[in-house]
């Protein structure tokens, strides 16, 4: 008997956010159907690839990394380079310096970061904090007024600070802002649902559930994106249907396998390429989980994610 | 597993305001249920505009034409025994928030009501009765299999048919009660779809018992499995114990807010 193909679409959809202006714009989000499932329907957008920079330069590049942005002497390099790299549909400026426990830069040094990214780049920029969340809301503030316009994405309001950051970025200057949550399906569905109470449109929000390197917990990342993709398809649960958009890079690049160096563990091999290879395992198990959109840091991983979306599409 | 779906059932003739409303076609009284019930959280609204032998096909294009464009083309069920008056609802009804459901059919005199529903691509509910209450529910069960088999001989899927058990008032029927919620388990084991008038069980007891009783029957009846229900939504007590039941059947994932959603 020949195989008849039952296609599994759903009635729901995940909601599509636009991320930047112009040309260049993205959509992220809009499948009907399972993760990467486009046999089953087309998928409207194809999960879509960030490149990761921080405020900090190159400070800590791999071998690789030097190269690829040789001759950069500024952030604006970096992020013009970035944006030219093959496969990345967007920038993301990671604002580690502004850490009070690391470097502590002001907030108008980061905002004076983010305005040179964005003058550099006609790619969409994403915003993403230092992980400190009383100056993450005091940046976020601050970016998303000096980048009216932009449609910029700020990576994350958490439940500690998602009032600030949600009225702020999402209502005062309707930029797009991510909800945080560390692999806690409740909790991201209620920041969604009290974002959407202080009035942020859906339309402007995505939600970060959470990463882990592959290996390193993974699991709990694949369950929780699936229990979110069920609700929001199989449910049509409005306060789900945000797409996911997960940053890969801080995650796979902090493993042992990515750290240790190769004097200290010959058998290993070269260590930049052992990160390379965390980063891709990472980004590919994210986006068959879930993910509609993944962030990393080398540009062999970008370029590699993104053939592998485009030969599954 | 879905969300457990309510129909709400208070745009209906027997209320003197929502009479007077339809006999002069005076939006106001309807529009003003129609709110009440989407604020508080019911799915589809029951339009019942009584037998409106004379009336009905203008006066349900009227009422289906009127709630749907105020209300983002908010599902209804068309409530009435004219079946000209039900296909004129269908004919100006837009599906895009879901299909139209017929309201009602049995296993006797109105089980054409599942023909209407299946050349219409419509939901029907189905009650588990030909003429009175059904004695039992080996009686009950042979009018489903009657239904479900008319239903399927017209092409329908089966998931349109939502069969009825029939609540019945506990003050006069209190030993039939766990007959009715057994037939729901059995309804439910076989993969259909479930509804029934559940206010119907509270009826005659004071008004400030009628939440709770209403409130336990769902929360039995949805553990045997029923899918959705004929409710009053203003009754808060009810719509929290529904969306709190949605949480412990994993129909609908937990958020410290989920109440208010």
């Known amino acids: ?313 | 597993m879905a969300k457990f779906i309510t129909v709400g059932e208070r745009i209906h003739c027997i209320s003197p305001a929502i009479r007077e409303a339809m006999a002069n076609r005076n939006p106001e009284p309807i529009l003003q249920r129609a709110k009440e019930q989407i604020d508080a959280g019911a799915t589809y609204l029951d339009v019942n505009i009584g037998p409106a032998e004379s009336t009905g096909v203008e006066l349900m294009k009227w009422a289906v034409t009127l709630i749907q464009s105020h209300f983002d083309n908010v599902p209804l069920c068309l409530d009435t025994s004219n079946k000209a008056a039900i296909e004129a609802g269908i004919s100006v009804y837009n599906r895009s928030k879901g299909k139209p459901i017929v309201n009602s059919a049995d296993a006797g005199d109105r089980i054409e009501n599942i023909d209407l529903a299946a050349a219409n691509d419509a939901i029907c509910f189905a009650l588990c009765s030909k003429a009175g209450v059904p004695a039992d529910n080996d009686e009950r069960m042979v009018y489903c299999q009657e239904m479900l088999e008319r239903g399927m001989m017209h092409g329908m899927d089966p998931a349109d048919l939502w069969f009825d058990p029939l609540f019945l008032v506990i003050k006069g029927m209190q030993d039939k009660q766990m007959d009715v919620l057994e037939c729901i388990k059995m309804l439910s084991d076989m993969g259909l779809n479930t509804t029934g008038g559940l206010s119907n069980v509270s009826n005659g007891m004071p008004k400030k018992i009628r939440p709770i009783m209403d409130s336990a029957m769902v929360a039995m009846a949805m553990q045997c499995g029923l899918t959705s229900a004929i409710v009053n939504p203003c009754d808060l007590r009810l719509m929290e114990t529904i969306k709190s039941c949605d949480i412990i059947k994993n129909n609908d994932l937990y958020a410290d807010s989920y109440l208010e959603l």
């Open chain 1, 1 to 313: 008997m020949a195989f008849v193909q039952k296609p599994q679409v759903y009635k729901a959809a995940i909601n599509t956010v636009e991320l930047g202006v112009g040309e260049k714009k993205v959509a992220v989000g809009g499948a009907t159907v399972s993760p990467l499932y486009s046999f089953d329907a087309p998928i409207a957008n194809p999960p879509r690839v960030g490149i990761e920079i921080t405020d900090t330069g190159l400070k800590g590049a791999t071998k690789g990394m030097a190269e690829f942005y040789s001759g950069c002497n500024s952030l604006a390099d970096i992020a013009k380079r970035a944006a030219q790299a093959p496969g990345a549909d967007f920038v993301c400026l990671k604002l580690e310096g502004a850490d009070p426990g690391e470097e502590n830069k002001s907030v108008e040094d980061c905002v004076a970061a983010a305005k040179e990214v964005c003058g550099a780049i006609d790619k969409p920029l994403v915003i993403e904090g230092c992980k400190n969340t009383q100056k993450d809301a005091q940046l976020f503030e601050k970016i998303a007024e000096a980048l009216q316009g932009k449609n910029v994405l700020f990576l994350s309001a958490k439940e500690e600070n998602h009032k600030t950051v949600g009225a702020s970025v999402g209502l005062a200057y309707s930029q797009k802002v991510g909800a945080e949550s560390a692999c806690d399906i409740n909790l991201a569905k209620q920041l969604n649902v009290l974002m959407t109470q202080l009035g942020v449109p859906s339309g402007s929000m995505v939600m970060n559930l959470g990463s882990a390197a592959a290996g390193y917990g993974f699991e709990y990342v694949a369950s929780t994106m699936d229990r979110v993709k069920q609700a929001a398809l199989g449910q049509n649960d409005s306060m789900l249907q945000m797409p996911v958009v997960t940053p890969v890079a801080s995650e796979a690049w902090s493993v042992k396998e990515a750290i240790i160096s190769e004097e200290d563990m010959p058998e290993w091999g070269d260590q930049e390429q052992r990160g390379i290879k965390m980063e891709i395992v990472t980004a590919a198990a994210c986006l068959a989980s879930g993910s509609d959109a993944v962030i990393l840091k080398h540009p062999a991983s970008v370029a590699t994610i993104s053939a592998f979306i485009a030969a599954l599409m």
